[in-house]
């Protein structure tokens, strides 16, 4: 094989690969900063008021929400003030902070997907009527993909996969061990915390395409 050859072979093999990747269907990256899910307990004791929470605007995930409310974390060595609330309540208080927020209260969030709080820390919640002690909750969300089932049919994929995710850009990078989370309520949407959008210089509206 010639030089002249096996240089036009390559070419071809990058041309080949980039098409495909191009036809691939993609996924929508939303960067979550911290924030916290608080029960009707929790909201009542915080804010005086089960219905206190008011919202600010609509989220990527049908009937989720940013409230106008926050509250203030006060860890062993520091304070985050407003953080927003997300709603609606939810039957138990969960705090998603990054890792770098954990040292910057003194706590240390391990890595969980939602939902999973059992054995994490807890911490001290200021809100403008009382404050609130929880012995778990804090956690840095693990890295997940909201599907339709019918997102999920045309990925090939099912509720609680785990699969690799490629981001493109300066920083380029593939994300592993990503959780996929399969409902007919949710909307195409992969979030991912605010270290790992740092790492990779990923903004919201970026889209990554999934390996498998």
Do not use: W
Not at 74 to 85: A, C, N, S
Not at 128 to 152: N, W
């Amino acid at each position: 094989m010639t030089e002249e050859e096996l240089a036009e072979m390559i070419g071809q093999m990058v041309k080949d690969t980039l098409e495909q990747m191009n036809s691939q269907p993609r996924i929508p990256i939303g960067v979550s900063n911290r924030h916290i899910h608080l029960s009707p307990e929790a909201v009542e004791r915080l804010f005086g008021s089960k219905d206190a929470l008011t919202q600010m605007k609509e989220l990527s995930q049908p009937g989720q929400f940013a409230c106008n409310e926050t509250v203030t974390l006060i860890g062993p060595k520091g304070t985050i003030e407003r953080v927003r609330i997300l709603g609606p309540a939810r039957g138990e208080t969960q705090v998603e902070i990054s890792l770098f927020d954990g040292f910057t209260l003194g706590v240390n969030p391990p890595i969980r997907d939602s939902g999973d709080i059992e054995g994490t820390p807890g911490i001290v919640i200021q809100g403008p009527r009382g404050q609130l002690t929880i012995s778990k909750g804090v956690i840095a969300a693990a890295r997940h993909i909201h599907m339709h089932t019918s997102d999920a049919a045309l990925f090939g994929v099912s509720n609680g996969d785990r699969v690799k995710i490629q981001i493109e850009g300066p920083r380029g990078m593939i994300l592993d061990n990503v959780l996929i989370r399969v409902s007919e309520k949710y909307r195409l949407e992969m979030h991912i915390d605010l270290d790992e959008a740092n790492a990779g210089h990923i903004k919201n509206g970026q889209t990554g395409i999934l390996l498998k």
